[in-house]
Each structure stands twice: as structure tokens, then as C-alpha cells.
């Protein structure tokens, strides 16, 4: 069959039928290809003897070459496995040119502390010549540095009121208030967010959208958030909690975590868990080679994400 003889025939039979089909002669397909004539000739008969069909005719009286109608199908089929071929080079000379480099990459305490080192030591190993200088901070200082340029790419929650900065989604958060074991607001029933604000509050960042969503919760309450405490890392933070200082609000990656040890529970409280998401950012400007293999790496473990925060409501 004649698809079964297309898998015989070399690019090169068909890179010179291309040539003499766009250019309609022999002899300039010949100098196109710096090839000689007869060559060209050759060619273009092997290849008709090897698909069982005419692909060139010349009309009576003129001198152009002229395709048939198994020429056109030809011609089109080329002409997509050329431009496959073409993307394909792109991409393996990306490859190539990603082979060395740096990237700054930052990322808010939760995603740095829970999600990185999934991804950390598969991308190094995967790209031994490319340099990660990574930056674990709080939000608002992720940010300034991305404005500032220290940072090339970075993963924080809800950038939404953030200008000028393009963001990718790549994994929901859901967040639920964190206490000591035995505490009174520990359930079965659901307290209502009063209840909540009544605590002592311990956050770990502030002026972030977390606290801004506490905040719009508690006015839509008609009360105000009780915050005592505000600490830099989410492991000063439990330690707080432990010490019976107050109680937290945690992703429930934090909380699937900590909760085994036996010391803390998910507190019950309406309108909770709050969904959230964590944002692949940059600046609109073009990233460099390295920095567009981190953040394609970044996407490629989305689903892996997805299995390991999504605990909506972890007991």
C-alpha cells in the first residue's frame, strides 16, 4: 500500500521534490540544492517508483513543471513535517541553551516551606549547569523584590492587586484556623467567626491577603480580629500555639503536617476553610532560558501540588 512505502522514503527525496515542485523546473531545483540535474531527476523518479504514482507532469507547450494531484498531497505533507521539524529544532536549541545559567526564584514561607523541596532537588538534578538562588520570605517582600529586580520568578498566594506583574495559577490553598489540642472551639458544631475572633490571633505575615480576608470576614461579622502576635516563620508560629500563646490560621498543607504530632487541632468555625491559591509571578518582560525552564518545571508538578495541599478540611 502506498502508506506503507512513505516510511521508506528518506527526507532528502523529499526535501528535492519540494524544491522542484516551488520552483517548477528541474534544472533551478538543481541549483537551488547545488545538486546536478540528472541528480534531481533521479531523485524524483525514485521517489514517484516508491509511492506508485506521478507526482510531476509537464504540460504540452510549456515549459514549467506542474504537480498532480498526488504532487499537491505530497507537497502539504512536507510542508508539515518541515515545520514540525522546525519547532522541534527550536526546542532542543532551548534546551541546549538552558544548559548553564542562574535563576533567582522566591517564594512566601508556606509555599517554601511545604511545597519547594518537591520540586527543588528534581529541577537541580535535572538541570545540573543551572544555579537556583532561592528566597523564602513574606509575601509583600517576595513582591518588592520581583519590582525590584532581585528576583526573576516567584510563587506567592493571590497576587490579584499586584500591577504589571504576569501570573500563572498553579495549586489552590485552603486555609484553617490552627489550636492546641482540647481547645473549646475544637468542634463537632461549627462556632460562628465571632467565636474566633475572640481568640488571641498569631499570624505570620503581616498586611497580607490572609489578613485582609480575616479582616473582611470579621466586618461582615460586625467584630475585629484580636491579633496579639505577629511572628517571621511558621515553626515559631506552631511553637506559639503549643505554648498556649493563642491560635493561628494555617494551609491545610501546614496542618496535614503538624496535626500527626498529636499537639493541634482544626478549630470549627463557620466560613472556614478559605480558599486560596498560590501564583507563579514575574515581570512582564521576557524571562531568561533558565528562569523559563524553572517556571515550566513549576507547571509540570501542578497536578503533584494539587494531591499534596488539597485537604479541605483535615481532621
Request: proline share 5%; with cysteine.
Amino acid at each position: 500500500m502506498t502508506e506503507d512505502r512513505l516510511y521508506s522514503v528518506t527526507l532528502q527525496k523529499l526535501r528535492i521534490f519540494a524544491a522542484v515542485a516551488r520552483e517548477r523546473s528541474f534544472t533551478r531545483a538543481a541549483d537551488a540544492m547545488y545538486l546536478s540535474s540528472p541528480t534531481i531527476s533521479e531523485e524524483v523518479k525514485s521517489l514517484e517508483s516508491i509511492i506508485g504514482l506521478r507526482l510531476l507532469y509537464r504540460s504540452r507547450g510549456r515549459r514549467l513543471i506542474e504537480l498532480t494531484e498526488a504532487g499537491e498531497i505530497l507537497l502539504r505533507s512536507y510542508d508539515e513535517v518541515s515545520q514540525s521539524l522546525a519547532e522541534a529544532g527550536k526546542a532542543l536549541n532551548a534546551i541546549k541553551r538552558i544548559g548553564r545559567g542562574t535563576v533567582a526564584f522566591g517564594a512566601d514561607v508556606m509555599f517554601g516551606t511545604y511545597l519547594l523541596p518537591v520540586v527543588y532537588d528534581t529541577f537541580c538534578r535535572t538541570h545540573p549547569g543551572i544555579s537556583v538562588h532561592v528566597e523564602v520570605d513574606h509575601r509583600l517582600h517576595i513582591l518588592d523584590s520581583l519590582a525590584r529586580g532581585r528576583l526573576d520568578i516567584a510563587v506567592t498566594l493571590d497576587p490579584n492587586e499586584e500591577a504589571g506583574l504576569v501570573k500563572y495559577p498553579l495549586v489552590p490553598c485552603y486555609i484553617v484556623p490552627i489550636g492546641p489540642v482540647g481547645h473549646r472551639l475544637a468542634g463537632p458544631t461549627p462556632a460562628p467567626f465571632k467565636e474566633l475572633a475572640r481568640e488571641r490571633l498569631l499570624l505570620v505575615d503581616r498586611s497580607t491577603y490572609l489578613r485582609r480576608a480575616l479582616e473582611r470576614m470579621a466586618d461582615e461579622e460586625g467584630t475585629s480580629l484580636n491579633v496579639v502576635m505577629e511572628l517571621g516563620t511558621i515553626s515559631a508560629l506552631i511553637q506559639a500555639v503549643l505554648n498556649g500563646l493563642g491560635v493561628t490560621v494555617l494551609s491545610t498543607l501546614t496542618a496535614a503536617a503538624e496535626l500527626p504530632s498529636g499537639r493541634l487541632c482544626v478549630l470549627q468555625i463557620q466560613g472556614f476553610p478559605i480558599s486560596m491559591s498560590w501564583f507563579i509571578v514575574h515581570p512582564p518582560h521576557q524571562l531568561s532560558a533558565s528562569a523559563q525552564a524553572l517556571k515550566a518545571h513549576l507547571l509540570h508538578f501542578r497536578d503533584t501540588f494539587k494531591d499534596l495541599s488539597f485537604h479541605p478540611c483535615p481532621t
